[in-house]
Structures are given as C-alpha cells and as structure tokens.
C-alpha cells in the first residue's frame, strides 16, 4: 500500500513538472478577444476571435510602400524609434542587431521599426541610418508614415501587452519595447528593447512562434 | 646604534614613500569607480558597456591613439557634445553627440574611466586639469 502511494505521488510529482513544461512553452495572445458562434452544417462552432494589427500603410527605407499585406503569414518584431533619439534608441538598435542577426536569413522573419519622427526621418535619413547601423536587404524595414497613425498603431494595437502588464503611464511608445507579432497578426510578446536578457528571451520566443502549427482557414 | 638609526630612518622614508604612492592609487579608484558609474548612466546607452560604439553610427572608445592625442579635447566633447566629422580607427563619423550637462568633477570621474578603460591607459585626469580643459574649449 505504502509503495503504491509512493508511485502515485511519483507520477502526480512528474506530471506537474511536464504540464508546466508545456505551457511555459506556447506563448500568450494579447489583446481583446471575443467568442463568435457560428451554425455550420447544422453544429454549432465556437470560435476565439483575437485582437490583431490593423491595416497600415507606410514606406520602408528604399522608398517602397510597405502595408499589412506584406507581413502576411510572416513572425515579426516591431518597435519604435527616431534616429536622432539620443537617449535608449543606440542600445534599442544594439539589442536588435542580435535578433538581426540571428533570423536575417530566414524568410519568414521580419524587423518593423517604426519612426515617431517621420517628419525628420525622411526616406532618405532612414536609408542612411540602416546603411550606418549595417542593415541590408528586406529583413529589417525601417518605416514612416503619418505621425498620427504611427502613435494610433503603437498605443491601440501594439502595446496593448505593455499597457495591460505594466503601471506605465501613456508614454510607453517612448520606453523602449519590443513587440513580437505572429503569422496571424496577433501580439505575442513584449520586451525591453534596451535589456540584453530579454531580448535573448524573445530570439528564443521567435523559436518557439516558428514551432506552432500553420492556422487552419475557417472563414 | 648608528646602524639602528639609520635603517629607522630609511625605514620611515619607505613607508612614506608607500604611503604617498596609495594616496594617489586611493585618488585613482576614487576618480575610476565614480567615473564607472557615471559612464553607465551617461555614455554607456550609445558607446556600450565595452566602449565598442555602435557600426558606422557611434564611434567606439577603444582607439587608443586618438585618445591619447586629443586627451585634452576630451573635457570639453563631454560637455559640449559634438557636431561634424570625427575620425577614429580611420573611419568617419558623423552624427552628432548630445552635450552633457556635468559637473567638472564629474567629468573628471568620467574621463579617468574612460582614459583607462577599453584598452587605454592614461592615469588620472584630475578636476584641476578638466578645469583647464573647459576654459581652452573652442
């Protein structure tokens, strides 16, 4: 009796440690969400609706339009920044060197730094900034557009990780972060840009975003 | 008893000497770990923890010899920020670098670690020598 209680308690004990193991795995999803039900073929389906990143369109350093469309089906990591910033954006852009150069050659992975100073940061400035900064190719856009969309964007749609987890005030647009977006356009992650750690955390974040299954179409 | 006065003597002389010498190490730390700490919270965001710089952007602190000839510009880049061209390592850089708002003291602190830091080895830069320095600012 007593070994059994002792097998059971083993297996209990291990199963904990696994269930953890699997859910510290899969990443949380930000944002609202709202159920839908829906009648199909006679049953009723409940799906998850989640908050995702609107439509936008911008240009990117060579002068080109980027919109939404273009990050369809890719994993990428968004930010903010002005390149005249003197302050946290050096050691922002240090930091993103690393995811930089850890995924510039994986197709599916892209770089979005958005300025908050397009007035500025013309096509032009971004082109040599990126140039100085040593970023080549399309992984790593570097993008403008109005001012008002840009902060709508940041504070509506990106940092809705941010503002939910932390007491920052309003002005978090201008801390710092960086925000891991997924194929579906949902918020995955937020991190500081200016903490080596953490963006260590979101190198292998994006590891684990390339492990989940492609989303099945049901609309 | 000649003999004993005499390495008395000498004695003295040797732990003045000693003593002397830690005075100016004791001035060097001082100068060197407030200097750190100041570097971390002023200069390390763009120069980084190693002085590396950043690419073509921000220029790093490890050329050795332009820190040694210009060790006496060196005050007043710190307090006036810079604008237009700067080589080091024989690259050009040309952004521009925010003025800092310290005390001469502080710079001080700030110079002595970087003089000795990332390679360089230049000794003490004392309040008295940034004074000096920020009066030949151009």
Not at chain 1, 23 to 28: K, R
Not at chain 1, 51 to 63: A, E, H, L, R
Not at chain 1, 172 to 194: A, C, I, M, N, P
Not at chain 2, 66 to 89: D, E, P, Q, S
Request: hydrophobic letters at 35%.
């Amino acid at each position: 009796m007593r070994r059994l209680i002792l097998a059971i308690g083993v297996i209990v004990l291990w199963s904990a440690c696994k269930f953890n193991s699997n859910t510290s795995n899969a990443l949380p999803i930000y944002g609202n969400r709202q159920a839908v039900t829906r009648v199909i073929n006679g049953q009723t389906v409940t799906d998850t609706i989640y908050q995702t990143i609107p439509p936008f369109k911008m240009v990117n350093q060579y002068g080109d339009s980027i919109s939404d469309r273009n990050l369809d089906g890719k994993i990428y990591v968004a930010d903010f920044f002005f390149t005249s910033c003197p302050s946290i954006c050096p050691v922002m852009q240090r930091n993103m060197l690393n995811v930089y150069n850890a995924y510039k050659n994986t197709p599916d992975v892209k770089i979005l730094s958005y300025t908050i100073d397009p007035k500025y940061d013309s096509v032009k400035v971004l082109k040599k900034y990126a140039d100085k900064l040593g970023v080549s190719g399309n992984m790593w856009w570097f993008i403008q557009g109005k001012k008002d969309d840009t902060y709508r964007l940041a504070e509506k749609s990106y940092l809705v990780a941010v503002s939910r987890d932390t007491t920052v005030p309003g002005g978090y647009v201008h801390q710092g972060y960086f925000v891991l977006v997924d194929k579906q356009k949902r918020v995955r992650g937020s991190y500081d840009g200016t903490n080596p750690q953490q963006v260590g955390q979101l190198i292998d974040d994006i590891k684990t975003l390339k492990t989940e299954p492609a989303p099945v179409a049901n609309k | 008893m000649k003999f004993k006065v005499l390495v008395g003597i000498s004695l003295m002389m040797l732990i003045l000497v000693i003593s002397c010498q830690s005075d100016q190490s004791i001035e060097f730390a001082r100068y060197y770990s407030s200097g750190s700490l100041l570097y971390q919270s002023h200069c390390q965001n763009c120069h980084g923890a190693k002085g590396e710089g950043l690419n073509a952007l921000i220029p790093p602190l490890t050329d050795t010899v332009f820190i040694k000839n210009n060790i006496h510009m060196l005050a007043c880049l710190v307090k006036n920020g810079l604008r237009g061209k700067i080589t080091v390592h024989k690259r050009d850089f040309t952004e521009k670098m925010p003025p800092n708002d310290l005390a001469p003291i502080e710079i001080a602190n700030v110079l002595t670690y970087v003089a000795n830091s990332f390679g360089n080895k230049r000794g003490t830069i004392d309040v008295a020598r940034v004074g000096t320095d920020l009066n030949n600012c151009r």
